[in-house]
């Protein structure tokens, strides 16, 4: 036991670690980032989100890119589906994300050279959605550069 504290010091001290451990989470109604091949992102891989059944209402969407500083391009473009528990196609939408500012710099929170950017999802995704597809769509059979796509879902 540490000299001078008390038995009320060490609950509260607790409870403040239990509280900042327990908040941190509230915000997320989904999160999931699945990692990308180091060969590339193939034109033919698509990501699936299994996202199950989201509540009545919910927050923003948000879509995640995680890349390298040497990253070919300033953009990419992701196809995104949207599908309900039937496989029934509700929304499909190619999505343009700027990763390089005019300047060339990267986007987004930095560590080394690896980046990651969230940006807003163009549209919403509807309550009925089960999972979330996504493709690449940058006429590259594969697309280094790119290590990981996520997708947030906010209350």
Do not use: H
């Not at 403040?16 to 699945?34: K, M, N, P, W």
């Not at 390089?100 to 560590?111: A, C, K, L, T, V």
Request: glycine share 10%; net charge negative; aromatic share 10%.
């Amino acid at each position: 036991m540490i000299k001078g504290t008390t038995m009320s010091n060490r609950i509260i001290a607790g409870l403040i670690l239990l509280l900042a451990f327990t908040s941190c989470g509230d915000e997320r109604v989904y999160e999931d980032f699945q990692k990308l091949p180091s060969q590339g992102w193939s034109a033919q891989d698509s990501l699936i989100f299994e996202i199950g059944e989201l509540p009545e209402s919910f927050g923003p969407n948000l879509i995640g890119v995680r890349f390298k500083e040497d990253y070919p391009y300033a953009n990419i473009y992701i196809r995104l589906i949207t599908q309900d528990s039937s496989l029934q196609t509700l929304e499909n939408q190619l999505i343009n994300l700027t990763l390089f500012d005019i300047d060339g710099e990267p986007m987004g929170e930095g560590f080394g050279s690896t980046y990651t950017l969230y940006d807003t999802l163009p549209f919403k995704i509807q309550a009925g959605t089960n999972q979330v597809i996504l493709l690449q769509y940058m006429r590259e059979a594969e697309l280094k550069g790119i290590e990981a796509i996520g997708l947030k879902i906010l209350k």
